[in-house]
């Protein structure tokens, strides 16, 4: 990511502000020549704009030295190199923390913004390991599904009372019956299993620990 990170200092005796300092396009020394020119130490001076494409708090930089901008500067630089960097730094400072807080010890999901991006990423790079597949296994779609494919027409050609006991089931109900008669979601073989997988589900519940943030053009879920 292309980091933004310039500001305006104000000179409190005078009521002069400087230009635009732009750490991201001046050099250290073409900065601070900008910053000397406004500032005088022997008076008060004032962050009056301050422009980062991170969610920095602007408070905690209203009275900042020179040097106390430049050392942010140079962290989120660093953060703006990688993106997993980048939406873990976000991730710190959308939550409150400070610039000096930002730290890589998380883990991202890159996904789009719905439950169910979540869902199919988590999925993609876990598996079904240690999920539990009947809470979000879709009963009702699949026992729809039952219905419509002939399922219980088939059954009625062999077994007619034990059709009449499957048609005055629910699509849900159905699918049930059906998973229980073969011992289980895990039996299904995974094409169903991926067919019928609860994604929004899934994710929703994931996203009670992961936090989705979004910088510039780069967007992804964080677990810290």
């Not at 400070?98 to 439950?115: L, N, P, Q, R, Y």
Request: aromatic residues 16%.
């Amino acid at each position: 990511m292309d980091l933004n990170f310039a500001f305006v200092v104000r000179n409190l005796e005078s009521d002069i502000d400087s230009r635009w300092i732009d750490l991201s396009k001046m050099s250290e020394e073409e900065a601070r020549a900008e910053w000397d020119r406004i500032v005088d130490y022997d008076y008060d001076w004032e962050i009056v704009d301050l422009e980062c494409n991170f969610s920095i708090n602007y408070y905690d930089y209203q009275y900042a030295s020179f040097e106390t901008l430049y050392e942010a500067y140079e962290i989120l630089e660093r953060a703006a190199d990688n993106d997993m960097d980048t939406l873990i730094a976000e991730y710190i400072l959308y939550n409150g923390g400070k610039v000096t807080e930002i730290h890589d010890d998380g883990f991202v999901i890159f996904a789009g913004s719905e439950d169910s991006d979540l869902g199919y990423a988590v999925m993609d790079e876990f598996g079904f390991d240690g999920v539990d597949l009947e809470m979000y296994f879709d009963f009702e779609s699949f026992g729809r599904d039952l219905r419509l494919d002939s399922y219980i027409a088939d059954v009625e050609e062999e077994d007619p009372d034990y059709a009449d006991m499957l048609i005055d089931m629910d699509d849900e109900e159905l699918g049930e019956h059906y998973v229980d008669a073969v011992g289980g979601v895990g039996e299904l073989g995974r094409t169903t299993l991926e067919r019928y997988f609860d994604y929004d589900r899934y994710g929703r519940d994931l996203s009670f620990d992961y936090t989705f943030i979004s910088v510039d053009d780069i967007e992804g879920w964080v677990l810290i």
